[in-house]
Every structure is written in structure tokens, then in C-alpha cells.
């Protein structure tokens, strides 16, 4: 945790509570604050603080506002994921959160297994959105999306987003063009399941404004790819 993230109904006083079991079990078991000690604050959706511990009690700790500090800037990326086995979201959402991008969307897909959309892990987005905001230093979540149909997120949703000035890229082993890198414009970023997408949903993408690039001759997993791309697209940024 690197910063402690609060509800704005909790700063509209000049000293600030901090109440919730989770984060006082973590301030006082493993970071050992003392009274004095500053600690980096965040108003979620809002801004962050620098601020200084005044109080110390067994169900809450009181800080005050010291000075602003600036929020980390989002990736001006949409990242388009199919659906991937339930263990691997909860990770995929946090990672995501954690390099700052600026909206999720999650897509069916040939190959997802239909019972991945049962799992209890996406009643619990908003916890792993928490997470990873809390370790990035971020108070700002990103837009999360869900569509359970491929075909009609492809055909009248996803033209929507892409424009000239917003391109898209589906990657996809099974091509010579190369992912770019280092871009400096907002993008649109296809992750296919663990098996990739099936050839007739490539070339629906494709039919609807995708280019389809490759990361390299090796196959990855969800979670590394979301990495390896944002990572080379954004490299002068993140």
C-alpha cells in the first residue's frame, strides 16, 4: 500500500479519519506509524496529499492535510481483454490498474470457457481496482466495461472507439507487422485468450477497423502480454 485511499465524505473536515480495518491493519501491523509520522493520503476520483498522522486509536487513525502532491497520469490506452480463467483476472486487474490504464473492457470469446463469467471475482472488481490504485499511488479508477457477446461488442461497439486518431491493435502471433512502439497518441489495445482468438473473430476485428500485429514469434500469457505491449507502446511513458 502506497497510499491510503479514502471516500471524499471522509476529508470534509480539516482532519481526516481513517477507519477502514483493512488499511489500519496494514498502517499499524506492518508499517508501525507513530504520531507525527507523514503519510501519503488520496481522495478516490480526486486528489492526493501529503499528510501528517495527529492521532492514533484502537478503531481509527487522524491525519491533517500537509500539502497537494500530483496524481499520476493515466495510460491513454482502452485495453480490451477477453475474459481469462478467474485466478488470472484477479491479477490481470490489478496489473492493469496499477500502469495507470485508462479503461478496461472485458469481451467473450471462442475459446473462453462460458463458467469463467460465473466466477465470484467479478463481483469483487472494485476490490482489486482498490489494490491496485493503493500501489501505483493513484486515486483515479479506470472505466471497466463488460460484454459477454463478441460479435455485436465487435461490429457496433468497437467502431465507435476507433478513429484516426485512435487506431487499434489486435495482437495475434500469426502476423508479419510489428506491434509498434513508443506512440505518443491514444490507442486501443485486443488481447485474445490464452488459446488466442479463433481465425473468424481475427478477421472480424480486422473487418472492423483492427490491425493485427505480432509481439514476436513467442506465445505469451494473458497477463505477460498486457505487460510486455503496454510497456512497449507507452515506453517514453511508463
Aim: net charge neutral; glycine share 6%.
Amino acid at each position: 500500500m502506497n497510499i491510503v485511499l479514502l471516500d471524499p465524505r471522509q476529508t470534509e473536515s480539516d482532519l481526516w479519519n481513517i477507519t477502514a480495518s483493512r488499511q489500519l491493519e496494514h498502517l499499524k501491523t506492518h508499517v508501525n506509524v507513530q504520531v507525527g509520522d507523514t503519510l501519503k493520503v488520496g481522495i478516490r476520483e480526486g486528489k492526493r496529499y501529503l499528510t501528517e498522522i495527529v492521532e492514533i486509536t484502537e478503531h481509527s487513525i487522524r491525519v491533517k492535510s500537509l500539502q497537494e502532491e500530483s496524481v499520476p497520469e493515466k495510460l491513454p490506452v482502452t485495453l480490451v481483454v477477453a475474459m481469462p480463467r478467474p485466478k488470472v483476472l484477479r491479477r490481470l486487474m490489478m496489473d492493469a490498474v496499477t500502469m495507470g490504464v485508462e479503461k478496461l473492457i472485458l469481451i467473450h470469446s471462442y475459446r473462453v470457457d462460458k463458467s469463467y463469467w460465473q466466477t465470484p471475482f467479478l463481483q469483487q472488481i472494485e476490490h482489486y481496482i482498490m489494490l491496485g490504485l493503493e500501489q501505483a499511488g493513484d486515486t483515479i479508477a479506470p472505466q471497466v466495461e463488460i460484454y459477454k457477446r463478441f460479435k455485436p461488442f465487435t461490429e457496433d461497439v468497437l467502431p465507435i472507439l476507433i478513429n484516426e486518431h485512435c487506431p487499434a491493435y489486435v495482437a495475434h502471433p500469426y502476423t508479419t507487422l510489428k506491434m509498434p512502439s513508443a506512440i505518443e497518441h491514444p490507442c486501443i489495445v485486443l488481447i485474445g485468450p490464452e488459446g488466442g482468438f479463433i481465425p473468424y473473430e481475427v478477421d472480424l476485428l480486422i473487418k472492423n477497423g483492427c490491425q493485427a500485429v505480432s509481439l514476436g514469434n513467442r506465445i505469451l500469457r494473458t497477463e505477460t502480454a498486457i505487460s510486455y505491449v503496454l510497456g512497449r507502446l507507452f515506453s517514453s511513458t511508463v
